[in-house]
């Protein structure tokens, strides 16, 4: 009886995830924040990677840790250039990045939890990444271009 209620859940398919290619299109115009972008999509295609190759918890959150001290070392850098040159945006755009650290810490400990979440992470991670550089960091870069901000 009880493996015939089990056999009555739907049993997930693991799903397989697609790393992301870089494109020129994602270039914001300023070299430090440009490269900074290329080494985050590095860094989620080895946690992409690491996700569909079923490595064991260890390996799969010690990428994650990685990209996570990334995003940290890249926000502050996007921060402090707005900072230095009065960027009208910036309160906006520091929450973005804020709430998207606690979001992911979140995820960190969901993982745990296995499957749906780990495919939650990297959704939202692939869909955060791109959607954020192509809408508020286009802004910024653009922004700082006009400013003739040294990259
Ligand atoms: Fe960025
Ligand atoms: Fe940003």
Redesign the pocket.
């Known amino acids: 009886m009880l493996t015939e209620s089990r056999s009555m859940k739907a049993v997930p398919v693991q799903p397989r995830w697609n790393t992301v290619a870089w494109d020129d299109d994602y270039g914001v115009g300023h070299d430090g924040?440009d490269g900074?972008?290329r080494r985050l999509f590095e860094l989620f295609n080895e946690f992409v990677t690491a996700v569909n190759e079923n490595r064991g918890d260890g390996d799969v959150e010690a990428v994650l840790v990685e990209l996570l001290k990334y995003c940290d070392t890249?926000?502050d850098r996007?921060e402090k250039l707005m900072r230095e040159h009065g960027y009208p945006d910036y309160e906006r755009h520091k929450a973005l990045h804020d709430s998207f650290v606690r979001e992911i810490y979140d995820i960190n400990n969901a993982m745990d939890a296995g499957g749906e979440q780990g495919a939650y992470v990297l959704g939202m991670l692939g869909t955060w990444l791109s959607g954020?550089?192509l809408g508020v960091?286009k802004k910024l870069g653009a922004f700082l271009k006009e400013r003739g901000a040294a990259a």
């Open positions: 924040i900074d972008h890249h926000f996007e954020h550089i960091d």
